[in-house]
């Protein structure tokens, strides 16, 4: 086959055939393409978009492009969850052990921040000692062992996502709805999954601001994810504001520490409770949704879950000790108030100038090899919709001797605003089942 062919047919708007599909992904993972001739095929994709066929064959091949997870020894139901992201979004750390304390098991293969958002995988690596970067072999020992795992994708999962993902982001084709659905599926379905849960983000500290854009997506991966029997639910939530109280990594876990222990910031709580619930109903450990919402309150509130997140931190290398002693995380030198400048209800403007301040501090990363520092970023000490006084501290930023605290501050200066009146909307947004 000729690539300039498939290039060719697909911007005229005609189908790629099966086989076509498979050739493309197999000849570009072994190598046998260049970038440039590649990305010419996603441009065109990225204009004409792929049908339901086109969207379920290009997944299968991405799929089959490396190996998969064999957990088939697991009795238990194999769960997980996907995000797609946003600012202070760190409900994955505190689901999997409680979906674990309920007799899941959870084979959590996460990513890594770039941009205005935070990476699970970024966030776990704050702990002193935490492994994340684990073979196959070494992902099902812990399993087991833990009846849950964090991990990062390894070089044999989905090969063909690595090198897509990379073309994708260096040539500016990353929003393009079947190749966001088709890379995170291949990954889902590469762990051997009895359930999946989806979270997908809408408002300004989404990649997806706008609610229609976020529910074409659900749609998009619930419809791969029928197509390949495996049961699957979507949740539409808000990035309209930050998730919890701390945004930057250290702060974050401490975070769940204290959701863990049953406390911890009411929006942080609502969504674990909810996906959770909404898993187990899904995996037939609970009658209903709102029976699934109880058990998992009940695995936070009775310190399960807590003792399966220290349990799972010590396997793979980290200090337990951090959940109940955050002090033991790294810690920021210096901390400065950022003040309202009036009277009113605090609100936001932009979330995604929340997370540019935390980038600014050096808590993110704007390009793939930047260096993170775990221990910078956000506490949020008026919520959106609360009311401020004038002078009144907002939140403390954690910074390291004054680095990035200026670009911080004028960003946080263009994400907030204090109104005469504000009150957020919901935070989940709708499911889709």
Known sequence: MQLRDLTTKKRDGRPLSDDEIRWFISAYTRGDLLDYHAAGLLGTIFVRGLDERELGTWTRAMLESGSRLDLSHVQQPKVDKHSTGGVGDKVSLALAPALAACGMAVPMISGRGLGHTGGTLDKLEAIPGFVTRLSEDEIVRVLDECGLVFAGQTERLVPADKKLYALRDATGLVE????????????????????????????????????VDGERLARTMLGIARSCGLKCSVALTAMDRPLGRAVGHALEV?????????????????????????????AGAASSHEEGRQRIAAVLDNGHARTLFEVVIKAQGGDPRVVARPALLPQAPAVEPFVADRDGFLSFHSVREVGLAVAALGGGRLRIDDQIDPAVGLVWRRAAGEAVRAGETLCEIHHRSGHGLARCQSHLTNAVEVLPAAAPGRLILDWLR
């Open 254 to 282: 401490a975070e769940i520490g204290e959701c863990l222990a049953g406390g911890g910031p009411a929006d942080l709580r609502e969504l674990v409770v909810a996906q959770g619930g909404e898993v187990l109903h899904l």
């Open 176 to 211: 393009a709805v079947p190749l966001i659905a088709s890379s995170i599926m291949s990954k889902k379905l590469a762990e051997d999954l009895d359930v999946l849960f989806l979270d997908v983000k809408y408002g300004s500290g989404s990649f997806m601001p706008d609610p």
